[in-house]
Nanobody
Framework: QVQLVESGGGLVQAGGSLRLSCQAS????????AGWFRRAPGKERELVAA????????YYATSVKDRFTISRDNAKTTVYLQMNSLKPEDTAVYYC?????????????????WGQGSQVTVPS
């Protein structure tokens, strides 16, 4: 069984920063990619950022490009999301996800393992 444990969410004022972490543990699995999704109240889940595990290729949603940075630590089996210049519209529950299936990073179906979710709140 694979467990993903997230940490780092919280409340931050507009313009501030937060870093989310997600560590995978449990049985060994082939990691193709990892991603961060978010679901804001009343909205669909969206992919915020993703990274391939081997070569570090990244994807960012337009809304977060140049503000958020995804990275991974192979040794720690951990993926991070550094969020800068946070805006009220970034308020959401953020979920990390790992993929052991090769496919386009933007395809939610490749992500088979999910974290428990972390609340990020940016008051307006």
């Amino acid at each position: 069984q694979v467990q993903l444990v997230e940490s780092g969410g919280g409340l931050v004022q507009a313009g501030g920063s937060l870093r989310l972490s997600c560590q995978a543990s449990g049985r060994t699995f082939s990691r193709f990619a990892a991603g961060w999704f978010r679901r804001a109240p009343g909205k669909e889940r969206e992919l915020v950022a993703a990274i391939t595990w081997v070569d570090g290729s990244t994807y960012y949603a337009t809304s977060v490009k140049d503000r958020f940075t995804i990275s991974r630590d192979n040794a720690k089996t951990t993926v991070y999301l550094q969020m800068n210049s946070l805006k009220p519209e970034d308020t959401a529950v953020y979920y990390c996800a790992f993929s052991n299936t090769i496919g386009p990073l933007t395809t939610a179906g490749i992500y088979g393992y999910w974290g428990q979710g972390s609340q990020v709140t940016v008051p307006s």
